[in-house]
């Protein structure tokens, strides 16, 4: 408190001296992390001093303790990090060897490509990812004063500006952190809208199947009444309008996905999103597959209000394991007015009456929004229209030298798929007892990640190669496809069992294959290198063999033996 000092005053003449503190009725307030030092506190004490804070004496100064102590209601009491690998590394060299022993053990795109369907596990490149490391980047606070921050919110600007060039739609915010928060925040925008309107009692929302669990949980949160509707081959035009008018008088949204999470374009998409309107709703697009559309069509195109983009997905910030994420949220002009405002610094995207913040701040993971930026800066119109291009061609390759070996789930009336598409095991499940989990595991011993299992279609694996890789990476992975076929086919004439088998024992460690004992009907060579690239390009050990997934659920903790 630095009354009866004005705190904005306070603030103002700290910043003359290069200092950022934050005013907070009448208090001002700053953040440490563990960059700062002692010397620090002693700095911005002095300036409060010589601000005339608590009338500037030596005595109300010397009342502000400084000894780098927790408070006793903080203080760790017992023991931590007990654990030898955290007392045993003393110099750099071995953390250094430590990491790449990590290194090792992870399969990612350095190693193999990683289809994982519906998450696009594109290249990150260097260029990138560069500017994340700038300190003009990574060390800006999110409430820093406006008047040091006006080229990072050009380029938030800018960004905004892209994404609504990509989406047609009219206005954008970048605060939302996740592909669900984006959810969420569109959600609580269409609320706001209809609310306005004098339509608040709307909360019926109309939700395909096949959608990501995170629409209806979305849904759910923002107190809305979720009714289903099949859409395994597309969803039934006819079926669809019935339940629109059913509801036509508490329709709130529709939430679909576009391209369809069963892998292909919906032909009457328009047809759908002019029947919400009709029954007086608005239509949410998950953004999840957007990297099918980037200027090849758009959301604004097929007739939705708002959708989220998935920018750690699409626009190839890094992404897995939690995070980070970017998940903004683009919508049509009559929702602009509601887009997401901050109580602390207010975007310039924040409408006149704005649904609730999604985030801590402003802007949200602002320090990363610079991958998407240099995405779209260095591909430029074309570039990004052959992302699209070039990852739909991709899975349409692979569909093609796959399905003669593989049955595959339906497509449109063409054949074809959209980025991605999915193979359904349920036959080769029934007839020799491999399930989609033995295939999955043995693509490790091939050198490669696994693809999506068991969604959206039960018994299946679902494949998005994206744009980024080459011919030779594909037909790498298709082979593999059509090898482990061949040791299938192995089991259902007898030659290997349906329980001893290189699926059924996938992944073969090297530890395993290395013992002396060897009891298997099948060979080591067949077991750890089942096709030449694995000597070639270098063989990847799997760090442990199959675990048992049911007991590890069980297991909510787990121990380290050592």
């Not at 007086?280 to 708002?306: C, K, R, W």
């Not at 899975?395 to 798929?417: G, S």
Request: some cysteine.
């Amino acid at each position: 408190d630095v009354s009866p000092k004005s705190a904005a005053a306070v603030v103002e003449e700290l910043q003359a001296k290069k200092l950022n503190l934050r005013a907070l009725n009448n208090s001002v307030l700053m953040n440490l992390d563990e960059t700062h030092l002692e010397t620090d506190v002693h700095c911005v004490i002095d300036a409060l001093k010589a601000a005339g804070v608590g009338g500037g004496s030596a005595t109300s100064a010397a009342s502000i303790q400084v000894n780098g102590e927790m408070p006793a209601s903080f203080a760790r009491t017992g023991p931590f990090l007990e654990q030898k690998i955290f007392n045993s590394i003393t110099s750099e060299t071995e953390m250094m060897r430590y990491m790449h022993t990590l290194q090792l053990k992870d399969l990612a795109l350095d190693k193999s490509m990683i289809s994982l369907g519906s998450c696009t596990m594109k290249l990150n490149s260097v260029s990138s990812l560069a500017p994340c490391s700038w300190p003009e980047v990574g060390n800006m606070h999110p409430f820093a004063p406006s008047s040091q921050t006006a080229g990072y919110r050009e380029l938030l600007e800018s960004l905004e500006k892209y994404l609504n060039s990509c989406t047609g739609f009219d206005a954008c915010s970048l605060q939302p952190t996740s592909g669900a928060s984006g959810e969420y925040a569109g959600l609580l925008v269409i609320r706001k809208y209809q609310e306005a309107q004098g339509q608040g009692h709307r909360n019926v929302c109309i939700i395909p199947r096949s959608a990501h669990g995170t629409n209806p949980a979305s849904a759910a949160m923002c107190d809305m009444e979720i009714k289903w509707i099949d859409d395994s081959t597309g969803m039934d035009l006819q079926e669809f309008k019935a339940l629109c008018h059913e509801y036509k008088d508490r329709l709130s949204c529709l939430m679909v996905t576009y391209p369809s999470t069963r892998a292909f374009f919906e032909d009457n998409i328009q047809e759908i999103c002019a029947t919400v309107h009709e029954c007086g709703g608005q239509v949410y697009m998950d953004g999840a597959n957007m990297n099918a559309q980037l200027g090849l069509t758009s959301p604004g195109m097929i007739g939705a209000d708002v959708c989220h983009l998935n920018l750690h997905k699409t626009f190839s910030i890094p992404h897995g394991g939690g995070g980070p994420g970017l998940g903004p949220i683009c919508v049509r002009k009559h929702l602009a007015p509601h887009l997401q405002g901050h109580c602390v610094v207010n975007p310039s995207s924040a409408g006149s009456d704005p649904a609730g913040a999604v985030s801590a701040a402003p802007w949200g993971q602002a320090g990363i929004a610079c991958i998407p930026w240099m995405f779209c800066t260095m591909l430029g119109k074309q570039g990004i229209l052959d992302s699209s291009r070039y990852a739909i061609l991709n899975a349409n390759y692979m569909k093609a030298r796959l399905e003669p070996h593989f049955d595959i789930v339906a497509t449109n009336k063409n054949n074809r798929c959209s980025h991605e598409f999915i193979m359904d095991f349920s036959t080769i499940r029934k007839n020799t007892g491999i399930v989609e989990e033995d295939i999955a595991k043995r693509l490790q011993d091939y050198g490669f990640h696994a693809p999506t299992m068991s969604w959206p279609v039960p018994h299946s694996l679902m494949v998005e190669p994206t744009e980024s890789e080459d011919k030779g990476e594909l037909d790498r992975f298709c082979d593999a496809m059509i090898l482990i076929r061949k040791e299938i086919q192995k089991i259902e004439s007898g030659e290997w069992s349906t329980e001893d088998n290189p699926l059924k024992h996938a992944p073969h460690t090297q530890t395993e294959v290395c013992a002396t004992e060897w009891t298997h009907p099948y060979t080591r060579e067949e077991a750890a290198f089942p096709a030449p690239w694995t000597l070639k390009r270098g063989k990847f050990w799997p760090t442990v063999a199959r675990v048992d997934n049911s007991l590890g659920d069980r297991k909510l903790k787990l121990r380290l033996e050592e």
